[in-house]
């Protein structure tokens, strides 16, 4: 069994002992309430779009939200509530500053959190991931969101563009 097919029947196994739904797409996105997206977690589904040459990293990432959740994170439920505020908030809600402001640090907080746990389990599981590469990218969608903040608009998949991720520190 590789490397990867262990780390697939782990995350499966997770999944069916705290009945969540495991989803591997095989397309280059999949679709998160109307949001394009490379993958998601959510308390009912895991689902990671199979068909973009990096969806290993995405699972590894979504799995991590999901251990996020079953360990009950102190953010997860702000964030998750926060996530829904930024994005009615760009579809020209309003809310307080100081509201939709703390909605986004909770978020990239929960963000910063899952990547770290995604690379011990990169690690851990000895995946074949270019670091170098997968840090830049994590960075350029962490920032991300503070382009979102400043513009009140979504900026999709900062880190499948090169001309924007390899701009990023890589640590």
């Known amino acids: 069994m590789t490397n990867v097919q262990k780390l697939v029947a782990k995350i499966a196994t997770d999944c069916q002992k705290h009945g969540i739904g495991f989803h591997l797409v095989p397309a280059k996105c999949v679709d998160a309430d109307g949001i394009k997206c490379s993958g998601y977690f959510d308390d009912a589904d895991l689902k990671v779009a199979a068909g973009k040459y990096d969806w290993v990293d995405v699972l590894v990432h979504e799995s991590c939200h999901m251990n996020q959740f079953l360990e009950g994170h102190k953010l997860w439920k702000r964030a998750d509530t926060g ?59 962490l920032f991300s969101y503070w382009a979102t903040y400043r513009d009140r608009k979504w900026y999709p998949f900062p880190y499948n563009k090169p001309k924007i991720f390899q701009n990023m520190p890589d640590a």
């Open 83 to 141: 996530i829904t505020m930024i994005e009615r908030w760009c579809s020209g809600t309003k809310y307080p500053e100081k509201r939709i402001l703390q909605a986004f640090k909770d978020t990239i907080e929960l963000e910063w959190d899952c990547e770290r746990r995604t690379e011990k389990k990169i690690k851990k599981f000895k995946l074949d991931v270019d670091m170098t590469r997968y840090r830049q990218q994590v960075n350029s969608y």
